[in-house]
T-cell receptor, first 117, second 114 residues
Framework: DAGVIQSPRHEVTEMGQEVTLRCKPISGHNSLFWYRQTMMRGLELLIYFNNNVPIDDSGMPEDRFSAKMPNASFSTLKIQPSEPRDSAVYFC???????????????FGPGTRLTVT | QQQVKQSPQSLIVQKGGISIINCAYENTAFDYFPWYQQFPGKGPALLIAIRPDVSEKKEGRFTISFNKSAKQFSLHIMDSQPGDSATYFCAASIHTSGTYKYIFGTGTRLKVLA
């Protein structure tokens, strides 16, 4: 079974440009999480969805960040306009409320390394 | 109260030694405590996890010790190997709106010397 899929794996863009990161959760999982990882701040939870509905976006740093989950198999994280301080690795993770694990285990994708120059 | 404090920030251990990483939390509503392992360029991967009704869980060379009264838990890696060199994150999970949200510690970079 395929794991969490993220694209692109690397993104280099100029300040002011729009950036869209994509995530396909594990099939059957109903919760999806977006994280940002930096050396200074570690792993930060940005936003999470349950059954495609955004539950808590209090971790989104600014209005420049937005996330959508139009269906159970796809989510996007958009930054518009991007700034150099947005440079980080962005991870998507998914979990299932219905399996034997009971919704506790989160499975991470490989991440998207974003560099804003 | 939502924080999870992790120490040390970095750790160097000789091959065959024991690696110990500690975490502490405040919120008693946390009900699941996983440890994740991350290699450079990869996403974090679940290593081992424990529920608060258990004081210890062992899987191979990896053991979680959990002290509910002290609100602390730790990861012990026995017979540490160079292949264990990675960053380790503890986390605490809380149930919210139909799912479980993680609060991660700041990570420990482990280096095992050959």
């Amino acid at each position: 079974d395929a794991g969490v899929i993220q694209s692109p794996r690397h993104e280099v863009t100029e300040m002011g440009q729009e950036v869209t990161l994509r995530c396909k959760p594990i099939s059957g999982h109903n919760s999806l999480f977006w994280y940002r990882q930096t050396m200074m701040r570690g792993l930060e939870l940005l936003i999470y969805f349950n059954n495609n509905v955004p539950i808590d976006d209090s971790g989104m740093p600014e209005d420049r960040f937005s996330a959508k989950m139009p269906n159970a198999s796809f989510s996007t994280l958009k930054i518009q306009p991007s700034e150099p301080r947005d440079s980080a690795v962005y991870f998507c993770a998914s979990s299932s409320s219905y399996g034997a694990g009971g919704g506790y285990e989160q499975y991470f994708g490989p991440g998207t390394r974003l560099t804003v120059t | 109260q939502q924080q999870v404090k992790q120490s040390p920030q970095s750790l160097i251990v000789q091959k065959g030694g024991i690696s110990i990483i500690n975490c502490a939390y405040e919120n008693t509503a946390f009900d699941y405590f996983p440890w994740y392992q991350q290699f450079p360029g990869k996403g974090p991967a679940l290593l081992i996890a424990i529920r608060p009704d258990v004081s210890e869980k062992k899987e191979g060379r990896f053991t979680i010790s959990f002290n509910k009264s002290a609100k602390q838990f730790s990861l012990h890696i026995m017979d540490s190997q160079p292949g264990d060199s990675a960053t380790y994150f503890c986390a605490a999970s809380i149930h919210t709106s139909g799912t479980y949200k993680y609060i991660f510690g700041t990570g420990t970079r482990l280096k095992v010397l050959a």
